[in-house]
């Protein structure tokens, strides 16, 4: 089945630090991935919308000069949290789905932000 | 607006059938979805439902959905404990966008 990496699993950095998450689409082509954030014991809530080739799309709220979305090819996407503070912390998942025909959205497996 | 809904929690003995209900409201949701999520980890996708089909079967898993009422339901037959985990209801308005998610149910499975 279709498979979502994200890397790193978990990641501990200092205030005022960036950090860089990746998702990869490993066996199909995603021209859409959507970032995904959750806290404890919440449900997932959408960040943005990343578009292949293009300018992701953010949802109300969310700033996106702190959180950069870049989309460069058909089965990457990366977010970077700029200038990370303590309340950063949090869950963050991806998911993708195939663009060819339907098929369901598939997530990574997450990743564990602690900004100390 | 859209919401999708969903009881917190569920605890059901090693064995016994485990069923988890959803009420969703967007009724052009082409697909609707049954997501499972253990403690520290991402989402992993159950099973997805058409919206024009009653009911759909996967080994222990069965779908439900009344689209009349806006309703949908998994059931875990011969729940075991490694069942226990965090499950998500979601709509999905819009077959190719983003999908609306429930709070989740938390299903304890007790031996």
């Known amino acids: 089945g279709a498979v979502v990496s994200q890397h790193p699993s978990w990641v501990i950095c200092k205030s005022g630090t960036s950090v860089k998450i990746e998702c990869r689409s490993l066996?199909?082509?995603?021209?859409?991935m959507f970032w995904y954030r959750q806290f404890p014991k919440q449900s997932l809530m959408l960040m943005a919308t990343?578009?292949?080739?293009?300018?992701?799309?953010?949802e109300q709220g969310v700033e996106k000069d702190k959180f950069l979305i870049n989309h460069a090819s058909l089965t990457l996407s990366t977010l970077t949290v700029t200038s990370a503070h303590p309340e950063d912390s949090s869950f963050y998942i991806c998911s993708a789905r195939d663009v060819q025909g339907y098929s369901p959205l598939h997530f990574g497996n997450g990743t564990r932000l602690t900004v100390t | 607006g859209e919401d999708v809904e969903q009881s917190l929690f569920l605890s059901v003995r090693e064995g016994d059938s485990s069923v988890i209900n959803c009420t969703y409201t967007d009724s052009s949701s082409t697909y609707l979805y049954w997501y499972k999520q253990e403690p520290g980890a991402g989402l992993q996708l159950l099973t997805y439902?058409?919206?024009?089909?009653d009911m759909k079967q996967d080994q222990r898993l069965t779908v439900l959905l009344n689209k009349k009422d806006k309703h949908l339901s998994l059931r875990i037959a011969d729940t075991q404990t490694g069942d226990s985990a965090i499950y998500f209801c979601?709509?999905?308005?819009?077959?190719?966008?983003?999908?609306?998610f429930g709070k989740g149910t938390k299903l304890s499975v007790k031996p």
């Open positions: 979601a709509e999905n308005p819009g077959s190719q966008g983003n999908l609306i």
């Open positions: 439902i058409f919206s024009n089909m």
């Open positions: 066996d199909f082509q995603a021209t859409t």
């Open positions: 990343s578009n292949e080739g293009s300018k992701a799309t953010y």
